[in-house]
C-alpha cells in the first residue's frame, strides 16, 4: 500500500481549559476595631493636655486684658480739663469724707470725756436733728455756694435737663437745692414735664429758672461748667439758651419741703441688748 492512500493521524484535541478561580471576599473589619484605632488616635498624651490648659489660661487673660484696655480708654481719650475737673472732683470728696470721719471722732472723745455725759449726748441730738431737717429740707439753711441762672427763650428745656443739673449739683457735694426760690429739691422731689416749664413737687416753674446751691462753691461751679455738663447742655443747639454761673459767699436757702406722712412705715423697736 502506497502512502499516498495511508489516513493522516487525527490532529491532537486542544487541552481543557483550566476555570480561573473566583476571587475570595474580603472579610469586613470589625467596627469595633475601627472605633478603638480612632479613639486610640484622638487621645491627648498628659504634654499634648498641658499645652491646652496653658494655651486656654493665656486666651482667658488675653481676653481680660482686652477688656481693661476698653474700659481704660474713655480716660485716655479725655482732654487734659476733663481729667483735671474730674481729679478736682475726688479730692473734694476725699476731703469731705476726711472732716466727717474727723468729725465723728471728735464727738466719740466728747463723749467719752464729757463730765455730764447726757447733756453732751443731747446737745449732739439736737445738732444731729438740725443736720438731718437741712437735708430732709424742713429747715432753712445757709453756707456759701452757687447761684446757677437758666434763661430758655424758646421753651425747650424739660425735666430731664432740671434733673441732670440737680445730679450733677449732687455729685459735686451739694448739701441744700432750691429752684426759684420757692422749690426745695429733696430726695423725694419729683420732676414732671408741663411745657412751657416745668412742675417740681405739684409747683409749675419757668424760665428763667434760677437754681441756688449750697456747698463747696469752687467744685458747684465746676461740675456745672464740666464740658458736656449743665451749661453745655443749656447753650446748645437743642436748648439753645443761656447760663450763667456765679460763685458766693452766702446762699440764703428759705424754700421748706413739707414732708408727707409716712402711710406705711413706722420706727422699728430698739434692739434689745
Known sequence: MSDENATPPPAEADPPATPTP?????????????????????????????????????????VVQVRVNRADDGYQNARREDLIAILDGLNQNNRRLESEITELEDRKNSLSSSADKAQTAREQAEQQVRTLGILAGTLPAQGPGVRITLNDPEGKMNSGNLLDAIEELRDAGAEAIQINGSVRVVASTDLVDDPPGVKIDGEKVGSPYV?????????????????????????????GGTAEV???QQVQITALHAPDEHRYARPAPSPTK
Open 22 to 62: 473566583m476571587p475570595r471576599p474580603k472579610k469586613p473589619k470589625s467596627p469595633n476595631l475601627a472605633l478603638r484605632r480612632l479613639r486610640t488616635g484622638f487621645k491627648p498624651s498628659r504634654g499634648q493636655a498641658i499645652v491646652a490648659v496653658v494655651l486656654a489660661l493665656v486666651a482667658c487673660m488675653a
Open 211 to 239: 437754681i441756688e446751691a449750697i456747698g463747696e462753691s469752687h467744685s458747684l461751679a465746676e461740675a456745672a461748667n464740666f464740658p458736656g455738663g449743665l451749661v453745655s447742655e443749656v447753650t446748645g443747639v437743642q436748648i
Open 246 to 248: 456765679t460763685e458766693q
